[in-house]
């Protein structure tokens, strides 16, 4: 489980990223939300979930163009968080919303019948 301050942390390295996001020049960068960030205790690394518009090119898409970012994006981090290590980027696809549709039209199926 995690600490209060590893919480704070990821939720401050989640806000620098979306805001950052939106200077990001990057034509493969679609429509992307940062839905979560899970920093090791370390602070030298983190995984950051993203939730991508579009079908499955448009997220491959963007997840090489926010890797081909990272070094932007650590810079960002470095520059608004004073942290003792700035944390490697790993950019995931988080298919929590495709997951829960299914979950969905799963129950809703089940209950017609």
Known sequence: MASQRMRRVDQAIR????????????????????TEVKTSPDLRHARVYVSVLGGVPER????????SAHGYLQGR??????????????????????RAARLDELIEREAQE
Do not use: C, M, N, W
């Open 15 to 34: 806000q620098v990223i979306s805001d950052a996001l939106r200077e990001v020049k990057d034509p493969r960068v679609g429509f992307v939300t940062v």
């Open 60 to 67: 491959e898409a963007t997840l090489a163009g926010l890797q």
């Open 77 to 98: 981090i470095a520059d608004e968080l004073a942290l003792k290590h700035t944390p490697a980027l790993r950019f995931v696809y988080d298919d929590t919303g495709e």
